[in-house]
């Protein structure tokens, strides 16, 4: 992922509240806070040109499809 992405790359996740993580170390930190919270993780990419710059995650699914402008 840090191949893939940009040098101001930033990470926006909507949780209760929400976190940002930025760059090279963002991805790093990322990834500790995954393994150390989550028994598994998967993610898809399924466009690198749409994630090179930044990247927004839910846990909702229906608070994401709102944020793109879609309905279930």
Request: charged share 30%; glycine share 6%; hydrophobic share 45%.
């Amino acid at each position: 992922m840090i191949a893939a992405s940009a040098p101001a790359f930033e990470m926006h996740l909507g949780t209760r509240e929400p976190v940002r993580y930025a760059g090279a170390s963002g991805i790093r930190e990322f990834f500790r806070d995954v393994a150390r919270n989550w028994d598994s993780f998967r993610s898809e990419a399924t466009d690198s040109a749409t994630w090179a710059a930044s990247l927004r995650g839910f846990l909702d699914q229906r608070e994401a499809l709102e944020a793109v402008g879609l309905r279930e």
